[in-house]
């Protein structure tokens, strides 16, 4: 169905609703937080009577902050959408003021008390989006609480990773957002969560019997979830130094992807009912095993055309932060018992790709020998795709079987449909009070109590040297034999058609 019929199935709008965002002169907020906001504007998601403040320390007309954002903004529809966005930057004020004090906060409040008594609005909406460097939520968090919070309405606060940096950092965070907001209140964004095809995984598991039954450890041999880099650092790896890829992506956008694939299904689509399930199985996982990780880190390339990690002049030369690991999760519930579950991610590798690789057991043996394994793969980016590895007879007189494809590819067969981005799902989800898509305070404690024990052993001064591994390869030579180790088996002389730039299953890897 196209998205213009798609349209009325909206549930609501949210009408005359005051959307702050603080960090408004910075990346995050020109590259994602405001594109995004125009995204559900231009598409008709995002109500005509919403009022958008920007608030950052920076001294900013509206008309300079609109020379910093408006070359974000994506006008799919050319110069159609050039009306939108002169409609759209109406709606958009600036304001400057510094996080820790009370005036810039008094002044915004004013704005945003007159704006809602132009419009004679009595239950009033706010939500704050903290595009900021964490070292400023609780004094931002504190202000808001103290001077614009809505007490005869509705407050919400969207905040963004990194929710600590250990189990201890995490809680000492919620410890003090507490008293400030009430879970209800706070959106822990990881955008992960609004991507499309981490979002369908629900009803690809659970609204189709022939996967639901299949999902366990009678029939699953092994699953991987892998997220590649084809770049380094450039330029950050000062900062990166003292996050490594672990922080970065596993703790949080990996992990919420493997609670997805591994949990129990919900009762029903409450928001609560999701949570409570991907807290379950976290719950059910056994602590990491520290001798069965394997860490790399990025060297210079083959041909010496590209850097070094150590390279960089921000970072130590003693450094040994991860840029590549692969772990193993064992669930130990009656679902997953046994099946090896391995979560990879990398900088500076061959390809840009994030993917779900399900591999199934062999068929029984007798008629057929050395058959492949059959594969559900589930393609998050680029190219949002599923296929299924599956054998088949090659046509003609043979009985031979060779390996083809069922393929779903997004860009190729839903070419009528808008597909938002992360950013702008979340946001509309937060607008909405729904929060299935939002890391609640428990799972997030859950999560960090896994992998404190491994970072600070990491990162201790008896960790192991990471393995070095050439800019643009597939990462630490020993990979292959990690994953064979974990049952994962190599298929590499069996053609297939998907994709058409990998024809051999092993450099699909």
Request: hydrophobic fraction near 35%; glycine fraction near 6%.
């Amino acid at each position: 169905m196209p998205f213009e019929n798609s349209r009325m199935l909206q549930e609501k709008f949210e009408k005359d609703t005051v959307v702050t965002v603080f960090g408004a002169s910075g990346d995050l907020a020109k590259k994602k937080t405001f594109p995004a906001l125009f995204g559900l504007f231009r598409e008709g998601f995002l109500d005509p009577s919403t009022k958008i403040f920007g608030f950052a320390r920076s001294k900013l007309t509206d008309a300079q902050l609109r020379q910093h954002i408006e070359p974000y903004l994506q006008k799919p529809n050319g110069k159609d959408d050039d009306a939108k966005v002169e409609a759209f930057f109406k709606m958009v004020t600036y304001h400057s003021g510094q996080y820790d004090a009370d005036e810039g906060y008094l002044s915004l409040r004013k704005l945003i008390e007159d704006f809602e008594k132009q419009r004679n609005i009595t239950k009033p909406h706010r939500l704050f989006y903290f595009a900021l460097p964490p070292s400023v939520f609780l004094s931002v968090a504190r202000q808001i609480k103290k001077l614009v919070y809505a007490d005869n309405g509705i407050t919400r606060v969207i905040v963004e990773k990194p929710f600590g940096h250990d189990l201890k950092s995490a809680r000492e965070l919620q410890k003090n957002l507490a008293p400030l907001f009430t879970e209800d209140e706070i959106y822990r964004i990881d955008h992960y969560l609004g991507k499309e095809m981490v979002k369908n995984l629900l009803q690809l598991r659970f609204g189709n019997t022939f996967l639901n039954a299949s999902w366990n450890k009678e029939n699953i041999q092994s699953i991987q979830i892998s997220f590649k880099e084809p770049f380094g650092t450039e330029g950050r790896g000062g900062y990166f130094d003292s996050i490594g890829i672990i922080r970065d992506v596993m703790q949080n956008h990996l992990l919420q992807v493997l609670t997805l694939v591994t949990m129990d299904r919900p009762v029903s689509f409450d928001p609560e009912s999701v949570r409570d399930e991907k807290v379950k199985v976290l719950k059910a996982m056994a602590p990491i095993d520290m001798k069965d990780v394997l860490v790399g880190q990025y060297g210079k390339s083959e041909d010496g055309t590209k850097p070094s990690y150590l390279d960089d002049e921000t970072v130590n030369p003693n450094s040994k932060c991860v840029t590549f690991a692969a772990m193993c999760f064992n669930i130990q519930n009656e679902r997953w018992d046994g099946v090896p579950i391995i979560m990879r991610a990398g900088k500076a590798l061959n390809e840009a790709k994030v993917e779900i690789r399900i591999q199934y057991k062999r068929v029984a043996s007798g008629m057929f020998k050395n058959i492949p394994n059959n594969e559900l793969v589930l393609r998050v980016q680029p190219d949002a795709s599923v296929y299924v590895k599956f054998n088949s007879k090659t046509p003609g007189l043979s009985n031979a079987t060779q390996v083809t494809d069922l393929d779903l590819t997004y860009s190729s067969r839903y070419k009528d449909f808008w597909i938002p981005e992360a950013y702008e799902v979340l946001i509309r989800d937060c607008m909405l009070g729904d929060h299935s898509n939002f890391v609640r305070d428990d799972e997030l404690d859950v999560s960090w109590g896994l992998f404190t024990p491994l970072l600070e052993y990491l990162e201790s001064p008896n960790a192991p040297q990471p393995e070095i591994y050439p800019y643009g390869s597939r990462g630490p030579k020993e990979l292959k034999q990690y994953l064979s180790d974990h049952k994962f088996v190599f298929l590499s002389r069996h053609k297939y058609t998907w994709p058409v730039t990998s024809p051999e299953y092993d450099k699909d890897l």
